[in-house]
């Protein structure tokens, strides 16, 4: 396991399975107590501080699709909340945005936990309005968790797409890879998403082999974390590799190396003499390589 929080995850939010599942008990939260996520499209509302901002119900449109988040209860009480399905959702990666990157930096834990949870479930809603069976509109059902059609009577609920990314070992080195259009110098772990009728061990193994040739063995899993850009499971892992002849894919990727646990080291440190630099530590690649050099 790596020894920090990751980055969304520790919501203080009770999700309430019970609540989304009872009509009647979930319309009596939506009262003067409920709280609203201030949501700018899928930016968080933030004050001064760095604090996510809340308003209430009477926020909302009108016409409004509300999603019940869960229940809050910092304050000794029972607060509902609450977030408002945008006109819009957002597919795009968010990785380049500096906004994305202040925003998480400046979030708690618990907040950054909460808004990805939103981020992810409005974002679903917003872009997932028509059944994929019939295409007919779609509506709103146990809370926001999911979405029923009444034309065919489909169910569909909210997607998370699995993504393996692993540290590959050989002899005491690392490999690394830096992606197209990436700056000078900038590394991380290798990643791709599991694909229908993987297991995770079988994706990881494959999605090596495609990026860098190299084939591994071993794996393992290390940690996971919740990724909202637009809605991943990232997983963590790490392989051996039993030789380092790297055959690199050039239409993913711009380079592909080994490090040494002193490069690593270094880079994680913050030296600038690193041959290397690392991922964020918002990123579960900058927790994982802090567990590499730590064993």
């Known amino acids: 396991m790596v020894s920090a929080p990751l980055a969304f995850t520790g919501s203080p939010l009770d999700r309430a399975d019970n609540v989304r599942a009872d009509p009647e008990a979930l319309a009596g939260m939506m009262n003067w107590r409920a709280k609203l996520l201030a949501l700018d499209g899928l930016m968080p ?22 999603v019940f988040l869960g229940l809050d209860r910092s304050d000794g009480g029972e607060k509902p909340c609450f977030a408002a399905v945008p006109s ?29 949870a939103a981020r992810s479930i409005v974002d679903w809603h917003a872009r997932h309005q028509h059944c994929a069976q019939c295409g007919g509109q779609t509506t709103l059902a146990k809370g926001g968790w999911q979405r029923n ?34 700056p000078e110098g900038r590394f991380s772990a290798l990643a791709g998403f599991v694909e229908p009728g993987e297991s995770i061990e079988e994706g990881v193994a494959r999605e090596v082999l495609e990026e860098s040739g190299i084939v591994v063995r ?7 974390q919740p990724w909202p850009f637009p809605s991943q499971l990232m997983i963590g892992c790490h392989a051996m590799a039993d030789d380092d002849a790297v ?6 990727l711009a380079e592909v190396l080994w490090f040494t646990k002193g490069d690593i080291k270094a880079a994680l440190n913050g030296d600038p003499d690193a041959p290397l630099g690392c991922p964020p530590k918002q990123a579960i690649a900058h927790h994982l390589m802090s567990w590499w050099v730590e064993q």
Not at 88 to 116: C, E, F, H, I
């Open 218 to 224: 071993d794996v393992q899993y290390i940690a996971s």
């Open 247 to 252: 055959t690199i894919d050039e239409s993913e």
């Open 88 to 116: 819009k959702g957002d597919a795009a990666p968010r990785m380049a945005n500096p906004a994305v990157w202040q925003m998480m930096t400046a979030l708690s834990p618990g907040d950054l936990a909460t808004y990805g």
């Open 149 to 182: 059609c009444p034309n065919c009577g489909a169910q569909h609920f909210p997607r998370t797409d699995p993504v393996t990314i692993m540290l590959v070992e050989y002899d005491g080195k690392l490999m690394l890879g830096r992606g197209l259009g990436w």
């Open 45 to 66: 509302g933030m004050d001064d501080m760095g604090v996510l901002q809340w308003t209430t119900l009477a926020d909302a449109p009108e016409d409004a699709e509300l």
